[in-house]
Nanobody, 120 residues
Framework: QVHLVESGGGLVQAGGSLRLSCAAS????????MGWYRQAPGEQRELVAT???????NYFNSVKGRFTISRDNAKNTVYLQMNSLKPEDTDVYYC??????????????WGQGTQVTVSS
């Protein structure tokens, strides 16, 4: 089993910054993609950013230039640096990892979610 533990959420004013962290632990052979998604009440979960094991990144258009995703493979940890935060960024943010748990299988794992609230 693999567990993803998130930290770093909180309440900030518009224009402020937060850094989210997510550490994977458990039965891990290797981790392919990692990423961050977010979900507001009554809405579908949406992609924010992803990063491959080799460091290639992709961002949702609305966060380009403001958010930066990175990872530390030695620590099985992914980060999301969020700058110039806007009220529209208010959501629960979920960490994602596509993990090879055995020689045969990859599985998807999700963190418990961390609340990010941006006030005016």
């Amino acid at each position: 089993q693999v567990h993803l533990v998130e930290s770093g959420g909180g309440l900030v004013q518009a224009g402020g910054s937060l850094r989210l962290s997510c550490a994977a632990s458990g039965s891990i052979f290797s981790i392919n993609d990692m990423g961050w998604y977010r979900q507001a009440p009554g809405e579908q979960r949406e992609l924010v950013a992803t990063i491959t094991s080799g460091g290639s990144t992709n961002y949702f258009n609305s966060v380009k230039g403001r958010f930066t995703i990175s990872r530390d493979n030695a620590k099985n940890t992914v980060y999301l640096q969020m700058n110039s935060l806007k009220p529209e960024d208010t959501d629960v943010y979920y960490c994602y990892a596509h993990v090879r748990t055995t020689r045969w299988y990859y599985n998807d794992y999700w963190g418990q979610g961390t609340q990010v609230t941006v006030s005016s």
